[in-house]
Structure formats: C-alpha cells, structure tokens
C-alpha cells in the first residue's frame, strides 16, 4: 500500500530516487503496474485513495516521457525499471554524453548482477556511475544538473514521524544508532532547492515491540534526522500527508489523519492539550478505519498484482521457512514468559524436523547446552 501511494506520486518526464528494501521494491514494482497494466493500477489506487481529503496532485498516466533516476545507490528496482521502459529520459552531461541513470554505488541480488554482465554495451553505457558528491548535491555543475533533475520525486525510508513533521531515520532517543543517514538528508535538502521536487518519507504506520502496537507517528522524540523545517510528504500504509508550507494545526491534522486509528484519539488529545489544535477538531470520518484489517480486505481482491518479493530473491525455498522460524524466535526475545512457553511446548512436540534444517542452522553437529536449547526453541517455532 506504501509503494502503490508513492508511485501515484511519481511524474511522467520527471526524476526518480528510491532505496533498498522492501519498500523500494514496492515502489518500483507499483510503477511497472501503472505502466504495464494502467487499467489494473487505476482500479487498485482509486480502491485505497477514494476517501482521501488530500489536494495533493496524483499521476495515474504511463510513461510516455520515461523517468531519469539519479539515486545515491543503484538498486535492482531502478534497474527492474530501466528493463519495463520507465527509466528511460536521457539527460546530457557537459562532455555531451547521454546517460539515464546517475548513481554512486550499486548492489543487488544475484539476477541484477547477471543482467548488468549480458547488457549489451549500448545499454550499459547509459548508466554513469558517478562521485557520491556528484549525486547527492546540487552544488558543483549546479546549472546543468538542475536541469537534469526536474520533477523529481525523492523516496525514502524513515522509522517515525513527529506531529511537527520530523523525521527520526537514523537512531533512538537513547544514542542506539541503527543506521547511516546515508544520502537522506542529501536529497531532502535538495528537495526545497529545486523549484518542483518533492521529497517523499516513508514508514509503516505503526510497529510491533513487547507484542504491543506501538505509532510510529509519535507525539514528539529526542532525536531527529530530518528536521521540522525540512517537512515535505509524508506516505504510510493509510495515505498521503502533505506538510510542505502548512501551519502546525495542519501539519498535525494531515499526520493524524494516515495514522493508525488505534492511535488518533492520543495524538489528537496530545495537539488539543498543546493548543496546537482547537478543541473542537476530530478526525474526518474517512480517516477513521486506519486498520490493518480493512487494508487486507482493501487489496485482498489485488493480492496476483502485488507479489512479495516482486523481483525474486537469492532464498532457497528452506531459507524461507527457515527465516520465519527465526523471525519468531526474535519477537520471543522480548516475551520471557512466551519464550519459556515455546521452548516447553517445543520440548513435547513429536514432528520431526528435516535434518537439513538443522544441519542449514549449524544445530546437527554441537552438543553444547546453549546449542540444544536453541536447536529445541528452532524446532517448536518451525
């Protein structure tokens, strides 16, 4: 629902910028839809954006002009962009060569390595990869690039968002750092420097932790990546929020507004409380069924047109279970009491687990106790 927001986003004859990850390869895939299948794509974003309030403008067209991309790191959606027809608007250097396609870096799965050996060089001499500085800034040849990135659309990634519209992307309020700002802040600040870019901010609209919903639209945070000033779009699984220019009142309206609607009622009375909103605001009917629930129903109908992994991936088939055994071990980590469930319903259960399982996870061949308990909780959770 994410990808498919921020593709609605997205100009024809304009400029791209996405990341790695799940939501970058949504992003990508939801553009492929619109531009393949436009009459599927219009019936799946009319289904999630018929209620929205927002004035924002939405591209639903196909690419007649293309896209040119100018990413900090080349990812296989940009190229499985390049391969649909979409990435395809040549800009022109000062040595007057023709290039589509500007990045710093590139990584990717198998497939994306092998397609880039077999391209014939014709292809391959339209992707430049240039100094990180020569992405990531306007200034140095400033002239020429600002007349390469027009109506750009810049995504990315963010972990929360406070009512005042910034961003926390990086680290925790407690010092913990979960990542490098990387090219973020870059291309945000860019964003407000060229007179028809968007920059776009990501994130799921709420998180899982002590086997409790938690919003990422907070009240406010003792860290911040992306400050209050620089404010732009702001997308989660329930909509777009448009912040650029807006007053406090509404900036906080639009935020509270994709929230989940477990959480409105709180942030709502938190803005009342700061007299950042008027008593008498409430949240627009239409707003008021954020729920996973009615977002399943939502694109239940739509579940062939958006794959899970819509790209492939390098995972053997027991990889895959593999890793949901693992992702619930994690989420155990946090519940003692649930942990010890599992491990003693584990220690009565009679499957027997494939050896090859085992011998995948390094379980088969030590007898240490940490080993034997930890091979007893991966079985139960298999």
């Known amino acids: 629902a994410i990808g498919l927001h921020a593709s609605s986003l997205v100009q024809d004859g304009g400029t791209i910028q996405i ?23 219009q019936t799946v974003i009319q289904t999630l954006q018929q209620q929205s309030l927002s004035s ?16 900090e790191m080349f990812v296989n959606g940009l190229l499985e962009l390049m391969q649909a027809g979409i990435i395809k608007r040549s800009v022109t250097d000062a040595q007057q060569r023709e290039s589509i396609l500007h990045s710093g870096f590139f990584i990717g799965p198998r497939q994306f390595y092998q397609t880039l050996r ?17 992405v990531n800034h306007l200034y140095g040849d400033e002239a020429l690039k600002r007349t390469q990135r027009v109506k750009a659309a810049f995504i990315n990634t963010c972990m929360m968002v406070t009512l005042s519209g910034a961003a926390v992307s990086d680290a925790l309020d407690d ?14 600040a860019m964003t407000h420097e ?71 009622t709180e942030l709502r009375d938190w803005a009342v409380l700061h007299k950042k909103l008027p008593a008498t605001w ?9 729920t996973p629930e009615k977002l399943k129903t939502q694109l239940a109908a739509y579940s062939d047109l958006l794959p899970r992994f819509p790209f492939g991936h ?51 061949n030590n007898d240490s106790i940490k080993t034997r308990l930890l091979r007893t909780l991966f079985a139960g959770n298999l």
Not at 282 to 289: D, I, N, S
Not at 325 to 332: I, P, R, S
């Open 175 to 188: 010092g913990r750092v979960v990542s490098g700002v990387g090219g973020q802040y870059n291309f945000v």
């Open 282 to 290: 409430t949240v627009p009917e239409c707003y008021r069924h954020n």
């Open 56 to 71: 924002i403008p939405l591209y639903a067209d196909t690419f007649t002009q293309g896209l040119y991309g100018c990413s």
């Open 314 to 364: 390098d995972f053997t088939e027991d990889e895959l279970v593999i890793l949901g055994a693992l992702e619930k071990m994690k989420n155990l980590q946090e519940q003692p009491l649930e942990l010890l469930g599992s491990m003693i319903s584990a220690l009565f259960q009679d499957d027997v687990v494939p050896e090859r399982y085992l011998q995948r996870m390094g379980f088969n």
């Open 19 to 41: 990341g790695i990850g799940s939501l970058g390869d949504a992003i990508a895939q939801a553009l492929i839809l619109r531009h393949t299948r436009n009459a599927d794509y």
């Open 118 to 134: 077999d391209m014939p060089a014709e292809e391959l001499s339209l992707i430049d990869m240039q100094r990180i500085s020569f």
């Open 194 to 264: 060229l007179p028809d870019a968007r920059s776009i901010l990501m994130l799921r609209s709420f998180r899982i932790k002590d086997n409790k919903a938690h919003s990422n639209i907070v009240t406010s945070y003792a860290h911040c990546t992306i400050p209050r000033h620089l404010r732009d779009i702001v997308i989660t699984e329930y909509g777009i929020a448009d912040l650029r220019g807006k007053t406090d009142a509404d900036v906080i309206a639009g935020l509270i507004q994709i929230a989940d609607s477990r959480f409105q």
